[in-house]
């Protein structure tokens, strides 16, 4: 028998290791056995370490940059700098992290490749992007005890959420909303956890002009409509950018008034968009909306915004606000027909409060001047403002008026504007501001004339 000489064979299998790395999982395993074992050996002060971990599954940089430079100098000890690992990480170090305490394969959508994607799905072990307004199935894959951890880490956001919901809806550092459906609210092995982030990188009517949602030549028009204080509802299905642009509508909001904002989730960065605004943020569902909304009456505030208005308290509130003649309003509310509005928010506070529906809704009408509703096309990143339409009350009759200012033409992708001002907007914006009114009549009149031009031209 050939002899065996162990000191050639670990000359060898070291020399195969620079030559080929080391199997990327079984290195993952490695090096997490290895953090294990200096915690559990007392090598590191463990609530430090473990105050560390928290930190750096959360995703705070500083507790991220240490894992990475522990996970670079166990590679380069193992002499393992040449394995390979997955397209989908920046780096093995990247790689080891993201599947041992990071966000796994879903990591790679938030690098820079994946800016403009708004949405990710993780549905049982398969992994979803959105790309290209398509929402795509990825390669990688992640094990049901790899989600099992990821929810625990999310849940660390949020230590009132218990783990034994079968329903969790949490905010990452940078913003991302992550809702998490699991137990028997699924089927078995097909648990869902959602990422979803707005991808607008600065709120602007020239960006959203840009991306095709709103019309170039309509930015004045906005801009006088912000600044004469009309109150103004943005309405839509789930998805179609009303948050955006109720976001880009209140960056041109005069910064020196006072305003309260409302949110169920916090998903409205007004701080940052308006750090210099005397604006008061609170997070509110609806028992807590319920207990505030009488204070919110009393509030000397210049306006209000309620953002995700989906209940009839919150609802309620807005109308409440809103006749008791404060201006610049701001609400986003999912409905599929504009036209509906006033009787669907009518409904549902009736619902939750009881009251005449007719009546309800004549209030509801009576509050807001404008009805902004949005669209998702079918390539899902791209959305567009569908219609406008001017809203009240006709003193005389005391029916729901509505007259459509705007419209969206699928087939020539462009919109058609009529030019319709009732006397009462007349009249808000006069006291606002005689100067700012002239420029939001001259504006609708020029894109009605525009589009009728336009017209004559084509027959």
């Not at 969790?168 to 990422?195: C, N, P």
Request: hydrophobic share 35%; with cysteine.
């Amino acid at each position: 028998m050939e002899k065996f000489y162990l000191e050639d064979y670990l000359k060898s299998r070291t020399k195969e290791t620079d030559q080929h790395g080391l199997d990327f999982q079984k290195l993952c395993r490695r090096v997490n056995t290895e953090f294990l074992r200096a915690w559990e050996d007392g090598n590191e002060n463990l609530d430090s370490a473990l105050r560390i971990q928290k930190k750096a599954i959360i995703g705070y940089e500083n507790e991220v940059a240490y894992f990475k430079s522990r996970i670079r100098q166990l590679i380069k000890k193992y002499g393992a700098e040449n394995s390979s690992y997955p397209a989908w990480y920046g780096s093995l170090e990247d790689g080891i992290y993201q599947e041992n305490w990071g966000l796994a394969g879903v990591s790679e959508w938030f690098t820079e490749k994946f800016r403009e994607s708004s949405s990710a799905k993780i549905i049982g072990d398969r992994i979803y992007f959105l790309d290209e307004g398509k929402m795509c199935l990825k390669p990688q894959i992640i094990s049901k005890d790899r989600r099992e951890q990821m929810i625990r880490a999310f849940l660390l956001l949020t230590p009132e959420e218990r783990l034994d919901k079968e329903f969790h809806e949490v905010y990452m550092l940078d913003g991302t909303r992550v809702t998490i459906f699991g137990g028997s609210m699924t089927k078995r092995g097909q648990d869902v956890i959602i990422f979803r982030r707005y991808i607008i990188p600065n709120y602007s009517f020239e960006e959203q002009a840009a991306r095709g949602t709103i019309p170039l030549n309509s930015i004045p028009l906005f801009k006088a409509m912000v600044r004469l204080g009309y109150n103004v509802a943005f309405t839509g299905a789930v998805r179609t950018a009303k948050t955006t642009f109720l976001s880009t509508w209140q960056s041109y909001e005069d910064r020196n008034l006072e305003g309260v904002m409302v949110e169920t989730d916090p998903e409205i960065p007004i701080h940052t968009l308006m750090p210099e605004a005397p604006i008061l943020q609170l997070i509110a569902d609806n028992e807590k909306l319920k207990h505030i909304s009488k204070n919110l009456l009393r509030s000397d505030a210049d306006y209000f915004i309620l953002a995700e208005a989906r209940d009839g308290i919150a609802l309620d509130t807005a109308v409440k606000i809103a006749s008791k003649g404060t201006r610049r309003m701001k609400i986003t509310y999912h409905t599929r027909e504009p036209q509906d509005f006033s009787y669907d928010v009518a409904f549902e506070i009736v619902k939750s409060l009881g009251g005449s529906l007719d009546g309800t809704a004549r209030k509801v009408a009576a509050s807001f001047d404008y009805i902004f509703h949005f669209i998702q096309l079918k390539n899902k990143n791209q959305k567009r403002l569908k219609s406008i339409y001017e809203l009240g009350i006709d003193r005389n009759t005391r029916e729901i008026s509505m007259k459509e200012i705007c419209r969206y033409d699928h087939k020539s992708n462009d919109w058609k504007w009529e030019y319709a001002v009732s006397n009462d907007k007349l009249i808000i914006g006069e006291e606002e501001s005689a100067e700012l009114l002239e420029v939001f009549l001259t504006e609708l009149r020029r894109l009605s004339n525009a589009g009728k031009e336009r017209k004559r031209n084509a027959n």
